[in-house]
C-alpha cells in the first residue's frame, strides 16, 4: 500500500531527516506496524530521527499538515499503545541511543530514549550500580518505552517502577516546543512536579528526547528462597504476611500451579507439584542478608505452607528466574490465544482477588493462568483460549470484563505496568471517575492542541449525551 501522505510533506520530512531517515517503503513500514499485543496497522511513512532538534521540527511539521504521530521503542509492550491506528506517522527512537553522561557520584545516568535497558545496565554494572525497573523485557525494550507505559518489574517492590527512579526529563510537546522538567537531584521542591505526569502517558502528552535516571548501588549479595503453597490461597495470604513484617524483599513472585508445571516441563527447573510457589529474594551484605533471609523464611510459613526452600547456588537462583521469566510465552503451548492483564490491588487484597479470577476461570471454563509481582499486588492474569472459536472468544471477553470490574471492586487499577493503550482503554471509564477523565483531556489539549500524538490511546472516547 503506497504512502497516503502529500509530496510536499514527505520531501520536507527527508530533506531534515537524510537518507535512511524516512522509511516509506510498505515492506519497511510494515515492520513498524505492530506491537507484542499482535495488532497492526501499517504507519504512512516511519521517521528516524537522531536528536531532540529533528524531533522538535518533525512535530512543526505534523502539526502544521495534520498528521498524528505515535511514538515506538522497539515495540514490547503488550497493549497496542504503538500501534499506528490512526496512520500517519510512527516516530522510532532507534537512532537515539546514546548514553550520554553516567555520574556516579550522583548516582544519575543521562540517556535518549533509544537506549537498550539491557544496554545501559551493562554500562551501569561497570560503576557497580543500576536502574531499578527491570521488565521481562530488558534486553531489548528502550527507556523511552520503559518511559511511556511506567515499566516496573520484579525488583518494584523494593526499589520502585520507572515513575520512582526518573529525575527529569526533556521532551518534545505537541505544539512543538521542547520542555524540561525535574533537575539531576533527589531532592527537588520547586513547583510541579511534571516529570511523573509524563510517565505512563504513552506518548499521548509528549514526546521523550532526554532522561536523567536515579541510579542504585548493586547489592553485593543475593538469596532466593522457594516456598511451595498446598494452594492459591494459602500462597497470597503468605505475600500478606512477608510485606506486613519489617524485612522488605527486593524481589516477590507469585506463580500457580499451571506456571509450576510450565516452569518444569518447560523451563527445566527442578520442581515439585505445588498448588503455588513464591519467589522471594532480598538483597544486601554478609551482615545483613542472614537475618533478612530467616525474617522472609519465617513469614513466608504458615497455613497451607508445604516447604521454604534457599537456593543452594547462584546457578539454582538464576534457573528459578529464568524460568520465571519465560513463563509469558510458555503460556503459547497451551492454548493459541492469551490475553495477557497485568492488574493490581492492594497487598492484603490479593488472596480475594485470586480467589475471584479462580472463580470467573470455572464460569467461563477457561484457562486462566496467573503469576506476577506479588509484593506489589501486581498480577499477571492470563485467559487462554482459541481465537477460532467464537464461543470461547466471547467467553474470554466476559471473563476479562469479569476480572477488571472484581479488580476495581476491591480497590485496583486496571494496570501495574502494562499502560493502557488499545486494550484497556474503553475501561478507563469504569476506572477513572468522569470529573478526572475530564481533567486528563484539559491536561491533553493544553500539551497536545490539535490531537496529534498517539491518538486513540490510553483515554476513552467521550460518550455522547443519551
Known amino acids: 500500500m503506497p504512502s497516503s501522505l502529500p509530496v510536499p510533506f514527505t520531501t520536507e520530512l527527508l530533506a531534515l531527516l537524510g537518507p ?49 504521530i505515535t511514538a515506538r521503542g522497539r515495540g514490547t509492550n503488550t497493549t497496542g499503545a504503538s500501534v499506528p491506528v490512526g496512520g500517519g506517522l510512527v516516530m522510532a527512537f532507534e537512532r537515539m541511543n546514546r548514553i550520554l553522561d553516567i555520574r556516579p557520584g550522583d548516582r544519575v545516568a543521562v540517556v535518549e530514549p533509544g537506549v537498550l535497558n539491557g544496554d545501559l545496565q551493562k554500562a551501569l554494572a561497570n560503576h557497580h550500580l543500576f536502574w531499578p525497573p527491570d521488565p521481562t523485557s530488558a534486553p531489548y525494550c528502550t527507556i523511552g518505552g520503559n518511559l511511556g507505559c511506567n515499566a516496573g518489574g520484579p525488583r518494584a517492590v523494593k526499589y520502585g517502577a520507572t515513575r520512582d527512579n526518573v529525575l527529569a526529563l526533556t521532551a518534545v510537546t505537541g505544539t512543538g516546543e521542547i520542555v524540561q522538567f525535574g533537575a539531576a537531584t533527589t531532592k527537588a521542591s520547586s513547583g510541579y512536579d511534571l516529570s511523573r505526569l509524563l510517565i505512563g502517558s504513552e506518548g499521548t502528552l509528549a514526546l521523550v528526547v532526554e532522561a536523567t535516571l536515579r541510579l542504585v548501588p548493586l547489592p553485593p549479595m543475593r538469596r532466593v528462597l522457594r516456598a511451595l503453597y ?165 467467553s474470554a471477553g466476559k471473563a476479562l470484563a469479569e476480572v477488571f470490574e472484581a479488580t476495581l471492586a476491591l480497590g485496583g487499577q486496571l494496570s501495574g505496568e502494562h499502560g493502557i493503550g488499545l486494550s484497556k482503554r474503553d475501561f478507563m471509564s469504569r476506572a477513572i471517575d468522569p470529573a478526572t477523565l475530564a481533567l486528563m483531556r484539559s491536561i491533553k489539549t493544553l500539551l497536545d492542541p490539535d490531537g496529534i500524538l498517539n491518538p486513540g490511546k490510553l483515554l476513552p472516547a467521550i460518550e455522547a449525551p443519551t
Not at 271 to 292: R, S, V, W, Y
Open 230 to 394: 498446598r494452594d492459591t490461597d494459602a500462597a497470597a495470604r503468605a505475600v500478606a504476611r512477608v510485606m506486613a513484617q519489617p524485612m522488605t524483599p527486593s524481589m516477590l513472585e507469585y506463580m500457580d500451579a499451571r506456571c509450576v508445571k510450565l516452569a518444569r516441563d518447560v523451563g527445566g527447573v527442578d520442581l515439585p507439584d505445588a498448588g503455588a510457589l513464591l519467589l522471594i529474594e532480598a538483597d544486601g551484605d554478609a551482615t545483613t542478608l542472614p537475618a533478612a533471609i530467616a525474617a522472609l523464611r519465617a513469614s513466608a510459613n504458615g497455613e497451607g505452607c508445604i516447604e521454604v526452600n534457599v537456593a543452594s547456588s547462584e546457578a539454582e537462583r538464576e534457573s528459578l528466574w529464568a524460568a520465571r521469566k519465560a513463563l509469558s510465552p510458555a503460556l503459547r503451548t497451551i492454548a493459541p490465544g492469551k490475553i495477557n492483564e497485568d492488574v493490581v490491588v492492594p497487598v492484603s487484597r490479593l488472596p480475594t482477588l485470586v480467589g475471584h479470577v479462580e472463580s470467573i476461570a470455572s464460569k467461563h471454563a477457561l484457562d486462566i493462568v496467573c503469576f506476577g509481582h506479588a509484593g506489589n499486588g501486581n498480577l499477571h492474569v492470563n485467559i487462554l483460549y482459541d481465537p477460532a472459536d467464537a464461543v470461547a472468544s466471547d
Open 20 to 68: 535512511g531517515g524516512l522509511l516509506l517503503d510498505p515492506a519497511e513500514r510494515l515492520a513498524y506496524a505492530y506491537d507484542n499485543s499482535r495488532r497492526q496497522a501499517l504507519p504512512d511513512a516511519v521517521v528516524l530521527p537522531t536528536d531532540a532538534a529533528q524531533v522538535k521540527a518533525i512535530v512543526c511539521l505534523c502539526r502544521e499538515h495534520s498528521v498524528p
